[in-house]
Every structure is written in C-alpha cells, then in structure tokens.
C-alpha cells in the first residue's frame, strides 16, 4: 500500500500563492482567525513526513531565522510541522540545514516522491513547493490537492500563481470546511482531465 501525498498550499481567490514587495498583505493576508490556527495546528498532529522543494524549504529557513516569537511565521501550527521528518528534494543544498530532521534527497522530484510513496509508513504532506508540485500532480503523484482559500483577490499585488503551471485536471471534492467565517478549506482528489475520450501524452 502505497503512502498518501498531499499538496497543501494558500491561496488567494484569484489563485496566487503570495504578494509582490508593494503589497502589505502578509502571510495569511491579513485574514486568519482562530479557528483556522486551530485546525492547521490539529491538522498536523498526525505523523507525516514533509517534501518540500529547495526553494520553499530556503524560505522558510529565512523566514524563522528573520522572524520574531510574535510574528505569523512562529505560529504553532509551523513549529509542528517544523518539527516532522522532512525530506527536502534538492541537487544543490548542502551543510547544515537548521531543521530538527531534514534530510536533503538528491535526483529527480518524480523518483524521489515515487520512492517515498512505496517506502514510507505514514501519509506525505508538502507544503508550497509550487513548481515541484506541478510535475508531481502531472505524474500522478499528488493523491490529494488541499487549497486553502483566503478571501481577498489579489490582481495588482499578486505573484505566483497557485496552479499556473500545472496541467488540465478534473477535481472531486472530497471534503471542505469553513473557518473564521469566510476562509474555505478545499481537499480534492485530482483526475487528469481527459480530451476527446483520451488522456493527453
């Protein structure tokens, strides 16, 4: 039986994952709530393994190391999850990587996930990881697309579109909550979409 993977990530209704340098927006743009620190924060009770791809795992090392105990980055829900075996897909990190357990894996995304999908004992989660993701999900990878959805739109400040390089997919939604009254959690399952009667190459 092979592990569970799943991609979570942010975004903004208008489908971007952050804000550019004019923006004043922050982390959650502005928006989060309790409830949606509480459940981030039980959603990683369960033991998982974190994938990350260099570029994110770089920012979030920066992040906490710039960061102060009262900044958004510090909340507990990122000390959980900092805290998880973490493999970090890169062909370049090297030295000390200031996570409690990352390990960097070496070679292809696509191989490595495949691997950790066959040989590991407990669901994968990553987070952000945007380009990496998109091959993942093209490949088959991703099992499970969890969006949070913030309600804000974005169009002057907005940079990294969530899903801009990932391919045609249908989506069954397969569970979806409320939180702090107007953010959407949405987790799908992603079927490639078929054209024409057949899947493309």
């Known amino acids: 039986m092979t592990a569970t993977y799943t991609w979570d990530v942010f975004s903004s209704l208008d489908g971007y994952g952050s804000y550019g ?24 009770a369960e033991e998982q393994r974190m994938v990350f791809g260099a570029t994110t795992f770089r920012q979030f090392v920066a992040m906490l190391a710039e960061s102060t ?66 091959a993942l999900l093209k490949a088959g990878l991703v099992d499970r697309l969890q969006v949070t959805l913030f309600p804000v739109v974005t169009g002057r400040t907005g940079t990294d579109p969530v899903l801009g390089g990932a391919d045609d997919f249908d989506l069954e939604l397969l569970e ?5 009254r107007d953010i959407q959690e949405l987790v799908y399952r992603p079927t490639r979409h078929v054209v024409g009667g057949r899947r493309p190459a």
């Open 21 to 44: 340098g004019d923006g004043d927006w922050g982390g959650y743009w502005g928006k989060q709530g309790p409830e949606l620190l509480e459940h981030r924060f039980a959603s990683f």
């Open 69 to 134: 105990e009262d900044s958004d980055v510090r909340d507990p829900w990122v000390g959980r999850m900092r805290a998880m075996p973490t493999t970090v897909v890169s062909s370049a990190l090297d030295g000390d990587l200031d996570w409690p357990d990352a390990t960097v894996a070496r070679g292809d995304a696509l191989d490595v996930v495949g691997r950790l999908k066959q040989e590991s004992d407990v669901p994968l989660r990553s987070h952000g990881s945007l380009s990496m993701n998109w």
């Open 176 to 180: 979806h909550r409320t939180l702090d």
